[in-house]
């Protein structure tokens, strides 16, 4: 591992690589990380996190969460903002699972009445919420139906008996990026996406039942106004995306913005990973309505499995999801770009915010949280590898210094290659069943890919968010049951 030599420690959990690193670097690079977490990064990281600091627009820093690994264009864990007049935007900034997010549902059920029935929920699950690659949900729409799911997102799913009220609320913008047309989006895409509502998916997509034990609560005050009222709560948390629809709108614009970068726009990147576009240029707003589509479809893919949860934690307790207490704590993204208004030299500026592999964390009184969480700051889901668990934090309001970012998981510390000639899946599942987590997967392989050993520590991960005044610790879930794609 090679870490810049000209890298300055700023803080004991944030680093600062100079302008004087790289030519063409316009902003310094910020790394969120404890030393220990800085030595495990690879390489690509301090070399795509500088090659992000020479984007036209970008203001005060390029940025890396404590997660940070080598992605495509920025780093996994990477943020950036722009200028939206000189500014540009980046599918790389993004990443190719548009809105890939993280939601949290509670129950009112304890440890000891889920156990026993834990084989038949996860057995139910796996069957009520199709994964793996290629897999479709059991929503039947035509791909005109799928055109305003994507442009209405959540909205639709209440439109159509697949949410609760509260459940918008309850979701990041909503559950609905507005200005998000349909038009933008190519046929290939809606041909990929349209019978994929629904589904997990594959990767390290999951969905995970897990126990709020009482000695994993880290601020019980907070851990009650998110919901967490008893000792062993059961709660589901599910990560995934927009799917085959989200990976060819990103591929798409790539295309197009491969042509355009230099040759019409007379932008060089150091990296064709970073094709881009001036954000108010016909292309940019092109990919900015086509990714908002994307988005959309990711949190309608999040509610309808909600719904599919609910019915199946309804059809084994025999009681309603209202009597079961099966509210949502938060639903958020971790893949998109935004506008947003920040202080930026100490006066307020809307700005655009790429956010890849990262995840928003807004601070107690900030706008745009639910009136619930006004005095807690926003709830933050990170989730870690199915054998560790996973953690709710709150936002804080020193998170203002990246722009109201934090970490979005514990983040691989080995390539699935590597994962999967060290373990195997069906020995994996054994040996994680003896401990106490009962696992169903769509593939051998991409369990092993999966395996706790193939991340970072989460513990790691999420100390150095609240050493950094990003985000603080709550609860620690741990799993019980998990089904990965």
């Known amino acids: 591992m090679s870490i810049p030599p000209s890298i300055i420690k700023i803080s004991n959990a944030l680093w600062e690589i100079p302008i004087s690193y790289k030519p063409g670097m316009l902003v310094p690079a910020r790394i969120y990380a404890t030393e220990k977490l800085l030595q495990q990064m690879d390489q690509g990281v301090f070399e795509q996190v500088t090659n992000v600091a020479c984007l036209p627009g970008i203001i005060n820093y390029a940025f890396c969460m404590p997660d940070g690994h080598w992605g495509y264009g920025f780093p996994i864990g990477g943020m950036a903002a722009m200028d939206p007049q000189s500014g540009v935007i980046s599918p790389g900034g993004i990443g190719f699972d548009i809105n890939c997010g993280m939601r949290l549902v509670l129950t009112d059920l304890t440890l000891k009445e889920v156990k026993p029935e834990i084989h038949r929920l996860v057995d139910m699950l796996f ?99 998110f919901g967490f009222t008893r000792p062993n709560q059961v709660a589901i948390m599910f990560h995934c995306g927009s799917r085959g629809f989200g990976h060819q709108v990103a591929t798409d614009y790539l295309r197009i913005f491969s042509s355009v970068t230099e040759k019409k726009y007379g932008i060089r990147v150091p990296d064709r990973e970073l094709s881009c576009a001036p954000f108010r240029s016909r292309e940019g707003q092109d990919y900015f309505a086509a990714m908002k589509c994307a988005v959309n479809m990711a949190f309608a893919n999040r509610q309808v499995i909600l719904h599919r949860i609910r019915e199946v934690f309804s059809t084994i307790f025999h009681r309603s999801p209202e009597d079961l207490g099966m509210n949502m704590v938060y639903d958020v993204a971790h893949n998109t770009a935004k506008l947003e208004t920040h202080l930026v030299h100490d006066k307020k500026k809307e700005i655009l915010v790429h956010r890849k592999g990262a995840t928003r964390s807004l601070g107690p009184g900030m706008e745009g949280l639910p009136d619930c969480y006004r005095k807690t700051g926003q709830p933050v889901l990170i989730g870690g590898s199915m054998e560790t668990g996973s953690y709710l934090l709150a936002g804080l309001s020193g998170a203002v210094k990246s722009f109201c970012t934090t970490a979005h998981g514990s983040g691989r510390a080995m390539s699935r290659h590597q994962a999967k000639k060290l373990f195997h899946g069906r020995k994996l599942q054994q040996e994680m069943e003896v401990r106490g987590i009962y696992v169903r997967t769509s593939s051998w392989g991409g369990l092993a890919e999966e395996a ?18 990003l985000s603080k610790r709550i609860i620690r879930l741990v799993p019980i049951g998990n089904i990965k794609g």
């Open 452 to 469: 706790g050993l193939a991340y970072k520590n989460i513990d790691d991960v999420v100390e150095a968010t609240e050493l950094a005044g």
């Open 127 to 225: 069957t009520r919420i199709p994964s793996g690659v290629g897999s479709t949900g059991l929503v039947k729409l035509s791909r005109d139906e799928f055109r305003l799911v994507a442009e209405m997102g959540s909205r639709w799913c209440l439109r159509n008996g697949y949410a609760w009220r509260d459940d918008l609320e309850l979701t990041e913008e909503g559950g609905c990026f507005s200005g998000a047309d349909a038009s933008t989006v190519s046929e290939k895409a809606i041909e990929r996406g349209f019978n994929q509502i629904g589904t997990l998916g594959s990767g390290n997509h999951y969905l995970e039942i897990q126990v709020a034990k009482p000695e994993n609560v880290h601020d019980e005050e907070t851990a009650r106004a």
